[in-house]
């Protein structure tokens, strides 16, 4: 199944954002609402240049043109310092049935002894790993004393100072 993933990037305060969607338009058009938000909001536009720029973004949004509008948006946050960067770009969502599981390591084994039969180390993983922070459950996750759920890690970074 494709996916649209949504990236959003604030370097000035060391932000990082995704959300996922299941079609590309609904993903650019999120996109470009954020824009024209961050627009709306935070530029003057009794200032003629910003004004002008922001004509070129409606321009583009208008026309259906949103991976223009929001190249744009990019270039510009690029130019003029702001810090502010999305993206959107399919990806491929795989099913966890379709993982394949190693289960030996064939290891080059030294000279063996004709009385010592060869046999290779088998793998087998224990599942039911447990968050170190929210000590919440995760059945599919391999077991794992530092294992930190994706929530936990992903507030872990937002918040870290």
Request: charged share 20%.
């Amino acid at each position: 199944m494709k996916v649209w993933v949504i990236t959003f990037t604030d370097t000035t305060f060391s932000e990082h954002a995704v959300s996922v969607w299941d079609n590309k338009l609904a993903a650019e058009l999120e996109t470009c609402s954020y824009i024209v938000d961050e627009i709306n909001a935070h530029w003057d536009l009794n200032d003629a240049e910003l004004v002008k720029l922001a004509q070129e973004i409606e321009t583009y949004i208008v026309a259906s043109q949103f991976d223009n509008a929001i190249t744009l948006w990019n270039e510009i946050s690029n130019d003029r310092g702001l810090g502010l960067f999305y993206t959107v770009e399919g990806d491929q969502v795989y099913i966890s049935n379709d993982a394949t599981i190693p289960t030996s390591i064939n290891f080059k084994q030294p000279a063996i002894k004709p009385d010592e039969p060869s046999q290779p180390l088998t793998l087998t993983p224990e599942y039911g790993a447990v968050c170190k922070i929210c000590k919440q459950e995760n059945e599919y996750q391999i077991k794992d004393v530092n294992y930190v759920c994706r929530q936990c890690s992903t507030f872990k970074s937002i918040f870290a100072s």
